[in-house]
């Protein structure tokens, strides 16, 4: 009898032990994979170029911008030491996704391109850090459509197609940067913008556009902007669980002021 109560007790007390070692060790392992940046690890951190006001390269080639402000301050929380590195738009989904960079930061827009669609179950992306939609501004508050005007757009951007229809007697007029665009625009060069809502927002707060009239007719959907990973990232859930909560702190409430005013 004390034998068989003996026997039970060891053979519950040896399943007990190796389910406490099982948690305890795939704990480990998660933890390891997970959440644990080596301390000697410098984060890669991808970022287009020349994609203001997220980032700007200021003649003496040092980088500012919102996405600027938002890595160093959300990365200095998490005391991950990082560099930022500068790719052009169709060189960061097959850079991170072959584990070059560590983090790319993208908009959602450009993942959706038809070209880039094979590529996403083989990446990790992120919640949005920001949105944007695309609009489009006009010199004059009239209720014409832009047939026949000049309408500016930066060289760089990929959604005219979204505009197709509304465009095709249209004499687009394609811009290196948004301060020559702006300077269009205020000249009477071109009647008319397509241009992110966040872009027109800095562009305002920095009074380089006046006097424009926002065409309610055209209002595109919105632009999500995230944070891609290699699929198999240590660093996914530790960066996207900090993340979320980092868009509701007052840190990210003043950057956001800085560069685009109120929210």
């Keep these: 009898m004390l034998k068989s109560l003996f026997l039970n007790s060891f053979?519950?007390?040896?399943?007990?032990?190796?389910l406490i070692a099982f948690i305890i060790l795939?704990?480990?392992?998660?933890?390891?994979?997970?959440?644990?940046?080596?301390k000697d690890k410098v984060l890669k951190i991808a970022i287009i170029n020349n994609n203001p006001p997220f980032n700007i390269k200021?003649?003496?080639?040092?980088?500012?911008?919102?996405?600027?402000?938002?890595?160093?301050?959300?990365?200095?929380?998490?005391?991950i030491p990082f560099e930022v590195v500068i790719l052009e738009q169709d060189e960061m989904l097959p850079s991170v996704k072959e584990g070059l960079y560590d983090?790319?930061?993208?908009?959602?827009?450009?993942?959706?391109?038809?070209n880039n669609k094979e590529s996403l179950d083989e990446i990790l992306i992120s919640k949005p850090y920001i949105e944007s939609k695309n609009i489009i501004?006009?010199?004059?508050?009239?209720?014409?459509?832009?047939?026949?005007?000049?309408?500016?757009?930066?060289?760089s951007d990929n959604f005219i197609d979204n505009y197709e229809d509304k465009l095709?007697?249209?004499?687009?007029?394609?811009?290196?940067?948004?301060?020559?665009?702006?300077?269009a625009f205020n000249g009477g060069d071109v009647e008319a913008l397509i241009l992110n809502d966040l872009a027109l927002k800095h562009a305002t707060l920095k009074n380089k556009?006046?006097?424009?009239?926002?065409?309610?007719?055209?209002?595109?959907g919105k632009n999500e902007h995230v944070f891609i990973f290699p699929k198999d990232?240590?660093?996914?859930?530790?960066?996207?669980?900090?993340?979320?909560?980092?868009?509701?702190?007052?840190?990210?409430?003043l950057i956001y002021q800085k560069w685009f005013g109120d929210m």
């Design 11 to 18: 053979k519950l007390s040896t399943r007990a032990t190796l």
């Design 26 to 38: 795939g704990s480990i392992i998660f933890y390891k994979n997970y959440n644990i940046v080596p």
């Design 58 to 79: 200021t003649k003496d080639k040092k980088l500012k911008g919102f996405d600027i402000d938002l890595i160093k301050n959300f990365f200095n929380d998490l005391e």
């Design 103 to 114: 983090i790319g930061i993208i908009s959602e827009n450009e993942l959706s391109k038809e």
């Design 137 to 155: 501004i006009k010199k004059y508050n009239d209720d014409k459509l832009l047939k026949y005007k000049n309408v500016g757009v930066l060289t």
């Design 168 to 183: 095709n007697k249209s004499q687009i007029l394609e811009y290196k940067n948004f301060n020559d665009m702006y300077k």
């Design 209 to 220: 556009i006046k006097n424009y009239f926002l065409d309610t007719n055209l209002l595109n």
């Design 233 to 253: 990232s240590r660093y996914f859930y530790k960066v996207s669980r900090k993340l979320a909560n980092f868009r509701k702190q007052n840190k990210f409430k």
